[in-house]
């Protein structure tokens, strides 16, 4: 069996998987594609649709068989919400989600961070890499209910939760663009991305409460006006990205945690995933080709007992980023972590949204 902390990953064995969870809550999944988004109503699971190829819901439980996903699906992202369709999760008891084999055997624990206001969590997420499926433990709560889950995957709900149609598609922008101006909002937008893929009914109580979720960062198309890559890491990061360093360890500081040292790799890996993010046009922890963040610090020679990483996109200076994570209960978790050491920071200009945040902290074997 495997404890994972948030950003965590394991491998998962061929064949189905059970997803359970603990607590006085409703489960939900969302089958996505390369794009992080979905690509039509059959891909929500809920208790009002409760099973699409590959993913069947049964109370506090789903099954989810990575052979019988529709073509293109390459995650299957699960969250919880409040079963009485009041509470957040912060006057609830912490939920706890498992993974088991058809056998019934435990093969992965996962608790999120403490909540508070949040009225939807996301719990793990199920994705390819390779010929492979993996399970990485997420832990990000919303504010605003599914609404706010549903826009981050590229789904189109009214403010009174009925389905609403799906504008025309814009096309598809190229992989790479022209470099241009950066365009940072002071805080990301909260309505559907410029090409959602589809609409869904949200269920009574699983919509906005009246809260005020702003994720920490969307996608962009196009291609970094700035990254460090060609950098020379280690202490001599640039001044804005060792703010951010200083900050992380000031609010480590104020939990009488010990202070995080910069660790080159860490900061390569961190840089790294910002370009990519901003050059491949998505925002997720999880790239295109399936790598995650333990992936790539191991393919740096990073051997870890513990990696985790925070990512953001559109704020535009140390302060206003670090504040972010540190508002969001799952990165505020990372950067309280007591047993992290390291830290690298990375961050790439350029795209939709102007700016690419990224945290990796570690603590090696």
């Not at 891909?43 to 789903?62: H, K, M, S, W």
């Not at 990575?66 to 912490?94: I, K």
Request: overall charge neutral; glycine content about 12%.
């Amino acid at each position: 069996m495997t404890e994972l902390v948030p950003g965590a990953n394991a491998p998962l064995p061929p064949g189905p998987v059970l997803v359970r969870l603990r607590g006085p809550f409703d489960l939900c999944a969302l089958v996505v594609s390369v794009n992080g988004k979905v690509s039509g109503d059959d891909d929500f699971v809920f208790y009002n649709q409760p099973r699409t190829p590959g993913v069947t819901l049964a109370d506090t439980e789903i099954t989810i068989d990575p052979a019988a996903l529709r073509p293109g699906a390459e995650r299957v992202v699960l969250a919880a919400s409040p079963r009485d369709d009041t509470s957040s999760f912060g006057q609830l008891p912490p939920p706890v989600v498992t993974l088991h084999n058809l056998r019934g055997t435990l093969l992965v624990h996962f608790t999120p961070p403490p909540l508070s206001r949040e009225t939807v969590l996301t719990l793990v997420e199920i994705y390819r890499r390779g010929q492979d499926w993996k399970v990485r433990a997420v832990g990000q709560g919303y504010a605003d209910g599914l609404a706010g889950l549903a826009r981050d995957f590229g789904v189109v709900v009214d403010d009174d939760g009925r389905a609403a149609a799906p504008p025309p598609a814009a096309p598809s922008p190229p992989a790479i663009r022209p470099l241009s101006p950066p365009q940072a909002p002071s805080q990301a937008p909260s309505g559907p991305g410029p090409a959602p893929t589809s609409s869904v009914r949200i269920p009574p109580g699983m919509g906005s409460p009246g809260g005020a979720h702003q994720p920490v960062g969307f996608r962009s198309g196009a291609a970094p006006a700035w990254h460090g890559g060609a950098a020379s890491f280690g202490d001599g990061l640039p001044p804005m990205l060792a703010q951010v360093v200083t900050l992380t360890n000031l609010e480590r500081g104020r939990a009488g945690l010990s202070a995080l040292s910069i660790d080159p790799v860490l900061t390569a890996a961190a840089d790294g995933h910002s370009t990519d993010m901003a050059r491949r046009g998505f925002f997720a922890h999880t790239s295109p080709d399936g790598r995650t963040v333990s992936d790539r610090v191991t393919a740096l020679g990073y051997r870890y007992s513990r990696v985790a990483e925070n990512i953001a996109a559109g704020q535009t200076s140390a302060e206003e980023v670090v504040a972010g994570w540190m508002d969001s209960p799952g990165h505020r978790a990372n950067i309280l972590l007591p047993q992290l050491r390291e830290i690298g920071v990375g961050y790439a200009v350029g795209g939709e949204h102007g700016t690419y945040w990224t945290q990796v902290f570690g603590t090696k074997l």
